[in-house]
Structures are given as structure tokens and as C-alpha cells.
């Protein structure tokens, strides 16, 4: 009875090492892919700052000295800010100023907007390290085999993959991690704003 019990775990571990060791590519290339991303929005940052100071001075302005015409001049005046999601929005509540329902139904779908641009950069933060974690743990079951049978060189290649996955983990998530502090910061802001100008529209 011992014995079958010992042959059935033997064949089930081999199963799962083997499973576990052809995952070893798809998590590779998804780091590769998380990390080519990462950098894409790394080169991106600089001008992503830049929209976000150029509208948040703009809604400051707005906010300060409160005045529909200025509202307008300034919403006129953004238009190198097309692609700018709080553009996008505000447009939408000065085109239906006259209905405030309709204007809290915008700003609620701002939120959710926000949400979805935020959701890629947790992603980042996510999905780096836990694959930066299956990277490092899959080579270490044949890194030992190497090391049991003195194979050096074949236990020293499996550890240098393993090192170099939870590098690329960790530089993802900071990655991340910066894009998101930056950016819900900025955000955070905007929502207060268009809290505050839909209800001075409200009231007028």
C-alpha cells in the first residue's frame, strides 16, 4: 500500500513539474509584454505631465474666479487638450449646463473612466511581480536537479533566468506604481473641480 501511495505521488509530482516547467515561456513573454508596456508609458510620462498641468491650471483658473464666460473661453482655449479624457468630459457638461441630472450622470461616468485608465497601470503593479514570482520559483526545480547530479553550469543558467525574471517584476511595478501615484493625484484634483463647477452651473 505504501508503495502504490509513494508511485502515485512520484507521477503526480512529475506532472506537476512538468506543467510547472512549460509555463516557464508564456510567463517570460508576458513579462516581456508588461515590461515593453511599462517602458511605452515611461517615454509617455513627460508628456502626460504636461497635459495634466496645462488642465490642471486651467481648471484652477475656473475654480478661482467662477464665471460661465470664462468657463467657455477656457474650454475654447483647450483645444490642444482634445485627447485629454477631463476635455472630454467637461465639454460634455457645459454642452448640457441647463440639466443638472444629466451632468452628475457625466461626472459619474468620469469616474468610471478614470478607473479603466488607472486599471492598466495596477496592472503593471499586479501582474509584475507575481510573474516576476513564477519566473524566479519554475527554474529553481531544475537549477536543483542541476545541483544534484553536479551540474554546474546547467544550475547556474536556471539561477540567472530566476534572478533576472524577479528583476524585470519589480522594475514593472515600480513602473507602474509611479504612473499611478502621478496620475490619481491629478485626477483625484479634476474630480473635485467638476464637482465644483457642476454646482455652480447648478445654481445659476
Not at 160 to 183: E, H, K, P, S, Y
Amino acid at each position: 500500500m505504501y508503495n502504490l501511495l509513494w508511485i502515485i505521488m512520484k507521477i503526480i509530482s512529475e506532472i506537476l513539474f512538468t506543467i510547472s516547467n512549460g509555463l516557464m515561456i508564456p510567463v517570460v513573454l508576458l513579462l516581456l509584454y508588461l515590461l515593453g508596456r511599462g517602458l511605452w508609458i515611461l517615454a509617455g510620462l513627460y508628456r502626460t505631465v504636461c497635459l495634466h498641468r496645462r488642465m490642471s491650471t486651467a481648471l484652477n483658473e475656473i475654480v478661482r474666479d467662477y464665471s460661465y464666460d470664462q468657463l467657455q473661453s477656457t474650454l475654447s482655449g483647450l483645444e490642444v487638450t482634445k485627447d485629454s479624457v477631463v476635455n472630454e468630459y467637461l465639454t460634455r457638461i457645459i454642452d448640457h449646463s441647463e440639466d443638472p441630472a444629466y451632468c452628475n450622470h457625466v461626472l459619474a461616468n468620469f469616474q468610471v473612466e478614470v478607473q479603466k485608465i488607472l486599471a492598466k497601470y495596477r496592472m503593471l503593479i499586479k501582474f509584475g511581480p507575481m510573474l516576476g514570482l513564477m519566473g524566479t520559483l519554475i527554474p529553481m526545480g531544475p537549477a536543483l536537479v542541476g545541483l544534484a547530479v553536479g551540474d554546474i553550469s546547467s544550475m547556474a543558467y536556471n539561477m540567472q533566468v530566476a534572478f533576472a525574471t524577479t528583476v524585470i517584476g519589480m522594475l514593472v511595478a515600480g513602473i507602474g506604481l509611479c504612473a499611478l501615484q502621478l496620475n490619481q493625484r491629478y485626477y483625484a484634483v479634476y474630480l473635485n473641480d467638476l464637482e465644483f463647477i457642476i454646482a455652480k452651473i447648478a445654481t445659476e
